[in-house]
T-cell receptor
Framework: DADVTQTPRNRITKTGKRIMLECSQT?????MYWYRQDPGLGLRLIYY???????NKGEISDGYSVSRQAQAKFSLSLESAIPNQTALYFC???????????FGPGTRLLVL | DQQVKQNSPSLSVQEGRISILNCDYT??????FLWYKKYPAEGPTFLIS?????DKNEDGRFTVFLNKSAKHLSLHIVPSQPGDSAVYFC???????????FGSGTKLNVKP
């Protein structure tokens, strides 16, 4: 079984709709991250959380919000989706300082 | 403004030869660097890392070289195998912060 899972894997939505992407992990890690990948830009950090009570904005947090429901769960919401949020979204986890990050399989989102 | 850059979007090499993937960074505060490999429809997976106290780290067929004065790192794969065909991302961080900046990726194609 995968250590980091993301649901849904693919989603098509319309402009203005609210959408939630979910991430769960069984690695027992405290730190969780949301990234988006766009062609030619690599992965950019949206939000990160170092524990359940700690939420931080990343490079490109505008238009997104997150919820850390438990150590194992970290959700990303688009309150009102827009076409330029079409991207591949990755969740990642890590144990602590200097530790490598483990990525989920990604969610491909298309906003029409 | 991208702090980590991979200027070659793609690279093609023959099986058995050396693959050299390059990465440049602009932030002199970065002191921890990683390479990730990504296959289609999967999340990135950790490959190899190096801290700024070293200039070389080797793991089997993979070696990462760090040139701090040039703010440049490279990944050497010797010998290259068809299974190495993937997108390779470099990432950089300040070690005690665990927030990573990723390059845009280089797609490696190893021809049989």
């Amino acid at each position: 079984d995968a250590d980091v899972t993301q649901t849904p894997r693919n989603r098509i939505t319309k402009t203005g709709k609210r959408i939630m992407l979910e991430c769960s992990q069984t690695k027992g890690h405290d730190r969780m991250y949301w990234y988006r990948q766009d062609p030619g830009l690599g992965l950019r950090l949206i939000y990160y959380s170092f524990d359940v009570k700690d939420i931080n904005k990343g490079e490109i947090s505008d238009g997104y919000s997150v919820s850390r429901q438990a150590q194992a769960k970290f959700s990303l919401s688009l309150e009102s989706a827009i076409p330029n949020q079409t991207a591949l979204y990755f969740c990642a986890t890590s144990q602590g300082v200097g530790e490598t990050q483990y990525f989920g399989p990604g969610t491909r989102l298309l906003v029409l | 403004d991208q702090q980590v850059k991979q200027n070659s979007p793609s690279l093609s090499v023959q099986e058995g030869r050396i693959s050299i993937l390059n990465c440049d960074y602009t932030n002199s505060m970065f002191d921890y660097f990683l390479w990730y490999k990504k296959y289609p429809a999967e999340g990135p997976t950790f490959l190899i890392s190096i801290s700024s106290i070293k200039d070389k780290n080797e793991d089997g067929r993979f070696t990462v070289f760090l040139n701090k004065s040039a703010k440049h790192l490279s990944l050497h794969i010797v010998p290259s195998q068809p299974g190495d065909s993937a997108v390779y991302f470099c990432a950089a961080s300040k070690y005690n912060f665990n927030k990573f900046y990723f390059g845009s990726g280089t797609k490696l194609n190893v021809k049989p």
